[in-house]
């Protein structure tokens, strides 16, 4: 469902039960009804949007992962860019200036490895500012595997260790695809992120 005004998407989601987060949420993914619903109403700005909610029909469909990993495969193809022939990567983006600011604070909440094994209920967090750091920290995280040629890699080993029953929380894949812990990768994940313009 796309709605060109806040109005039209705000009484949707309301009819049907759908609580936008925030008044920043231009578009929700309901697993349950496979329902896509996206506010254009922004126009250009809020089409990334789209790709956004598409990005995590089309995992669903391959693999049941964490809130936190389906955020950063979706927020990284938000505004994706083609850098050759088949390649697809994405850019930096708002998200990062509350990550960086973050990092620079050696805010404890602020590390690689805080993110796997995080629940749902906790990526989402109890405010909107640890909502939005959250966020920052999965894309950060895919965009940095991205970089160095380990995300699909990490993303296709955790996917089938899920489906033979084991790594939920993604701890074995990395370690398997990156040759160390996310917490032995954190100091390489964080000066990354301080490097991000």
């Known amino acids: ?108 909440r602020a590390h690689l490895d805080a993110l796997f094994g995080m629940s749902d209920d906790a990526f989402r967090g109890d405010s909107a500012p640890a909502s939005l750091l959250h966020e920052g920290m999965a894309r950060a995280t895919c965009q940095f595997l991205d970089e160095q040629g380990q995300l699909w890699p990490l993303y296709r080993a955790w996917r089938d260790a899920r489906a033979r029953g084991a790594d939920p929380d993604g701890l074995s894949a990395f370690a398997l695809v990156r040759g160390q812990s996310p917490a032995d990768a954190d100091p390489d994940w964080r000066a990354w992120v301080l490097r991000r313009r």
Do not use: K
Not at 78 to 84: G, L, Y
């Open 1 to 108: 469902y796309l709605f060109g005004s806040r109005t039209g998407f705000e009484r949707h989601c309301s009819a049907h039960r759908y609580v936008p987060d925030s008044d920043r949420n231009w578009g929700i993914w309901d697993p349950i009804r496979r329902d896509v619903v996206v506010d254009l109403s922004g126009g250009r700005t809020h089409v990334p949007t789209t790709a956004h909610e598409l990005a995590h029909v089309a995992m669903l469909a391959d693999f049941e992962a964490p809130r936190w990993f389906r955020e950063c495969v979706g927020t990284l193809y938000e505004a994706p860019v083609f850098p050759r022939e088949g390649d697809i990567t994405g850019a930096d983006d708002w998200r990062y200036e509350q990550l960086r600011a973050a990092v620079a604070a050696h805010d404890p």
